[in-house]
């Protein structure tokens, strides 16, 4: 089992930046692959980056150059540096958990465990 739990969400104005944390504990091989996801009220879940102990690093098109995810492996802490935060980034994120797999992808049917989500709202 795996454990995941965000934190860092909040209200920011467009342009702003924040930090979302998610601290994760449990199964090692379980957790190879670490991912935040999002949800938009009516709209489906989608991937927004990950990344795995290749390393390998993935981020969807619409956030590239803006977020930054990392992993502190010393304290199993995964982190996505938001910038330049548009409203469209509007939604709750997750944190996922995953096994190894041939590729890093974006897609949450990859990753097996989640987290509550953290709702992040950017004002214009």
């Known amino acids: 089992q795996v454990q995941l739990v965000e934190s860092g969400g909040g209200s920011v104005q467009a342009g702003g930046s924040l930090v979302l944390a998610c601290a994760a504990s449990?199964?090692?091989?379980?957790?190879?692959?670490m991912g935040w996801f999002r949800q938009a009220p009516g709209l489906e879940r989608e991937g927004v980056a990950a990344?795995?102990?290749?390393?390998?690093?993935r981020y969807a098109e619409s956030v590239k150059g803006r977020f930054t995810i990392s992993q502190d492996n010393a304290t199993d802490t995964v982190y996505l540096q938001m910038n330049s935060l548009k409203p469209e980034d509007t939604a709750t994120y997750y944190c996922?958990?995953?096994?190894?797999?041939?590729?890093?992808?974006?897609?949450?049917?990859?990753?097996?465990?989640w987290g509550q989500g953290t709702q992040v709202t950017v004002s214009s």
């Open positions: 996922a958990a995953g096994p190894p797999r041939f590729r890093l992808e974006l897609l949450s049917a990859k990753f097996n465990f």
């Open positions: 990344l795995d102990r290749g390393p390998r690093i």
């Open positions: 449990g199964d090692s091989y379980s957790r190879y692959s």
